[in-house]
């Protein structure tokens, strides 16, 4: 089987599951109280417990992580930079500064979901560490742009966020050699099992076809979604290749450079007064590219 076969095989259950949380939410209406409350469960408790309990049964060879980290931020970086370009186009400010954060922002569920598809533990532990390194920095960016037109509690959302305590905590209880108690270790898992049944499930609810704007609206966002699905990904790549990473560093990284929009960039332009409509439609139609680009990317490497 090629390698392209075989990636997107792995990863269809995944990708299922975002189309089938699209789906519910049209077919059983259950209103937006469920998915929101969803959500916060996904967000707070589910994803939390696992990346606690992926890094806290994993030995994590720092020395060998540090290139992943590198990849990972150096393409981070090259969307934040690519990303400020789109203010060229005849667009509002608060429009640009809220469409900028889908240029870098991420979806850890996805990212979690196919590390642990493709890697199982020691890939969600992998992933794990980036996303905690990562999100400060991406959130930062995307805060500081809509700071203007908003509330700036950007330290103190950045403390009390919940992917990023939670990879703290695992960090260090494995750097102490801590060894959770057999029920606590069973505890832990069956929360992670549905950590990422429902939060991809929760992506796709989430999931906004139609898009409101004009023509310069819609290429300033096909800009974006290039530098997020294409550029980010290629200097992933390129910096992969220069490091000489292998192995499952290697695709974590790529991973991570590839995913699509965090939804999270909808509720931050909401909550900061930003064009929401605008975010929700990117975040969707990477999401939706994403299952195709991915597994290229993937295969590329």
Not at 160 to 168: S, Y
């Amino acid at each position: 089987m090629h390698v392209e076969s075989a990636v997107v095989l792995a990863l269809l259950p995944d990708f299922a599951l975002i189309l089938l949380g699209a789906g519910l939410r049209r077919l059983l209406h259950l209103g937006d109280h469920f998915w929101t409350g969803l959500e916060k469960l996904v967000y707070y408790v589910l994803f939390p417990a696992l990346l606690f309990s992926g890094l806290v049964k994993t030995r994590i060879d720092w020395s060998t992580a540090a290139p992943m980290i590198g990849v990972a931020a150096g393409a981070m970086w090259t969307g934040m930079l690519l990303g400020l370009v789109a203010r060229r186009w005849p667009i509002s400010p608060i429009s640009f500064a809220s469409q900028y954060q889908c240029a870098f922002r991420f979806n850890s569920y996805i990212g979690l979901a196919v590390a642990g598809t493709l890697y199982g533990v020691p890939g969600i532990a992998a992933m794990g560490i980036v996303v905690g390194l990562m999100v400060p920095q991406a959130n930062t960016a995307a805060v500081w742009m809509l700071a203007r037109h908003g509330e700036t509690g950007v330290w103190r959302e950045l403390a009390r966020n919940p992917l990023i305590l939670a990879t703290l905590a695992g960090v260090a209880a494995n750097l102490a050699g801590f060894e959770p108690p057999a029920v606590l270790l069973h505890f832990l898992a069956r929360l992670a099992e549905a950590a990422i049944a429902l939060g991809l499930l929760a992506v796709g609810a989430g999931l906004r076809i139609v898009g409101a704007g004009g023509a310069a609206t819609h290429a300033a966002a096909g800009y974006l979604l290039v530098v997020k699905l294409v550029a980010m990904p290629a200097m992933a790549l390129l910096l992969i290749r220069w490091f000489g990473l292998t192995g499952i560093h290697a695709d974590i990284a790529l991973i991570f450079a590839a995913l699509p929009t965090s939804s999270s960039a909808y509720i931050l332009a909401q909550r900061m007064g930003g064009d929401g409509a605008r975010v929700a439609w990117l975040i969707s139609a990477s999401t939706l590219l994403g299952m195709l680009s991915l597994p290229l990317w993937l295969s590329l490497r």
